[in-house]
């Protein structure tokens, strides 16, 4: 299966099951996890990058234990929309994953200003130290970006 757009990855899913969103960044990896009805997303863990293998092997581990049967990357679009080098990075892990998992529907959702969006509600509403953000800040992006595709999905 390829990555599809986000019309296709709908189709692509059975009525109840739960969705991973990626945020990958150079060092890690946030994952978050939506409900069975795909109504809501949860922050759930950090990837420390390491290799691929065990990256992705840690991803599934985590996908099987909460039911989640696909994948929305964040893609971190320029402001003027273009596609810059960490698009191509984050497209990279799209494929890759599928040649672990070929049927594994996948698709990408723009991801421009959630890291900053996040860190803003971080200081803003709960004034969390620099440290403590710098811990959450993936995980809770990857929310971020996993609700928006929720949103588009309900639209469809």
Request: aromatic share 4%.
């Amino acid at each position: 299966m390829p990555v599809l757009d986000i019309e296709d990855f709908a189709d692509a899913l059975p009525q109840y099951a739960a969705v991973v969103g990626l945020d990958p960044g150079e060092k890690t990896i946030g994952v978050a996890v939506s409900d069975v009805t795909r109504t809501v997303a949860s922050p759930l863990a950090l990837i420390e990058k390491t290799k691929f293998s065990k990256d992705a092997e840690q991803l599934f581990k985590l996908m099987d234990s909460r039911g989640a049967v696909a994948i929305v990357i964040g893609l971190p679009m320029n402001m003027d929309g273009t596609e810059g080098v960490r698009c191509q990075s984050n497209r990279a892990l799209g494929r890759n994953l599928l040649r672990l998992k070929p049927d594994l529907p996948i698709t990408f959702w723009d991801e421009r200003l959630s890291t900053a969006a996040v860190t803003r509600v971080l200081i803003d509403e709960h004034d969390i130290s620099r440290k403590r953000r710098d811990e959450v800040v993936d995980k809770m992006a990857a929310g971020w970006i996993l609700q928006g595709a929720l949103e588009r999905l309900r639209g469809l």
